[in-house]
């Protein structure tokens, strides 16, 4: 059976789990709208992608 040799220290351990926090999701205003988007995503409120139209904008009723 495979068993440790030495106690894993503090420090390593911590440095192993240092990895493992969450980070919040990054968010860039968008240059045409001014909304908040996520980067390499499209503008759902324009529908534009990199300063192409990509999809249709449908109307509010």
């Not at 192993?16 to 999701?25: E, F, I």
């Not at 990054?26 to 045409?32: A, L, N, R």
């Amino acid at each position: 059976m495979a068993v440790p040799k030495r106690k894993t220290s503090r420090m390593k351990r911590g440095n192993r789990r240092s990895h493992d926090a969450l980070s919040a999701p990054t968010y860039v205003e968008d240059k045409d709208s001014g909304e908040l988007r996520r980067p390499h995503h499209i503008d759902l409120k324009s529908g534009k992608y990199r300063g192409r139209q990509v999809l249709a904008v449908k109307e509010e009723a």
